[in-house]
């Protein structure tokens, strides 16, 4: 059994394009041996960029995200002071606020981060898929 993470480009591709993840993270997230977990920093990063306009299409898939992740059968993070501790004093140079709140609660809750972006590749101590 794996428990995994799913960054935010992760959670809209999982709940909207599943054909967009690659064969691994789609095997993955489907296996109902795995645990599935969605940190609330995804829904923060995309009510952001959909208030900002770089995700306008966001907005349908916003009025029904936590329905969409129960039939995801992913479980909700929230983000603790800890998270927020180890995300704001990691050595590394990645300045995007989300993705050091991911890194840290995947390294912290023993999770496998599910991304695609190589940015995560450089953090010492965080095991990702894709």
Do not use: Y
């Not at 041996?33 to 959909?50: F, P």
């Amino acid at each position: 059994m794996a428990e995994l993470l799913l960054d935010t480009h992760a959670v809209m591709w999982a709940i909207n394009e599943p054909d967009r993840l690659s064969d691994l993270a789609r095997e993955q997230i489907t296996d109902s041996a795995n645990r599935i977990v969605v940190s609330a920093a995804s829904s923060w990063e995309l009510a952001t960029k959909h208030r900002l306009g770089k995700l306008p299409q966001a907005g349908a898939m916003l009025a029904v995200l936590e329905e969409s992740l129960q039939r995801l059968g992913a479980d909700p993070l929230a983000i603790s002071h800890r998270h927020a501790l180890l995300a704001g004093s990691l050595d590394w140079e990645h300045r995007d606020p989300f993705d050091r709140v991911l890194a840290a609660q995947a390294m912290i809750e023993s999770l496998v981060l599910v991304t695609i972006d190589a940015a995560f590749d450089t953090v010492a101590g965080l095991r990702c898929l894709w």
